[in-house]
């Protein structure tokens, strides 16, 4: 999952695409409007040990638009098949961020969101 978010951010869709498994992986992917990938954290991923041949990863990934913070947030099916792990498909939800003045910045800096992307 990790290296697909960073393929994502790269827009390096030949990853991408060779790391979608062939049942669900779509002919062509446009990242053109993909937008500014910011972060991204791994909440859960049963079934993803080496020996497993199925398993789910429950990510959210933070993005800034024009508009201000957004996040999309995915239960993701991934099957293992020699020792690579291809992504199936997933389940996407996307919403929009409102951070605090106080909070942490969403640009993972580590700085108050006042005092760094306000």
Same mark, same amino acid.
């Given at each position: ?22 049942? !669900? ?5 446009? *990242?053109?409007?993909?937008? /500014?990938? &910011?972060?991204? @954290? ?22 800034? !638009? ?5 996040? *999309?947030?995915?239960?993701? /099916?991934? &099957?293992?098949? @020699? ?36």
């Amino acid at each position: 999952m990790r290296s697909r978010y960073s393929a994502f951010v790269l827009r390096n869709t030949d990853y991408l695409i060779q790391t979608w498994h062939p049942t !669900t992986r779509p002919e062509t992917l446009d *990242l053109a409007r993909s937008p /500014d990938w &910011a972060g991204l @954290q791994v909440i859960s991923a049963p079934g993803t040990a080496p020996g497993d041949k199925h398993g789910q990863v429950h990510f959210r990934a933070v993005y800034r !638009t024009a508009e201000g913070w957004g996040y *999309l947030e995915e239960q993701s /099916d991934f &099957a293992q098949e @020699q020792g690579r792990w291809f992504y199936l498909t997933g389940e996407p939800r996307e919403g929009v961020l409102r951070p605090g003045r106080n909070e942490p910045c969403p640009c993972g800096s580590g700085r108050k969101y006042k005092a760094c992307c306000l």
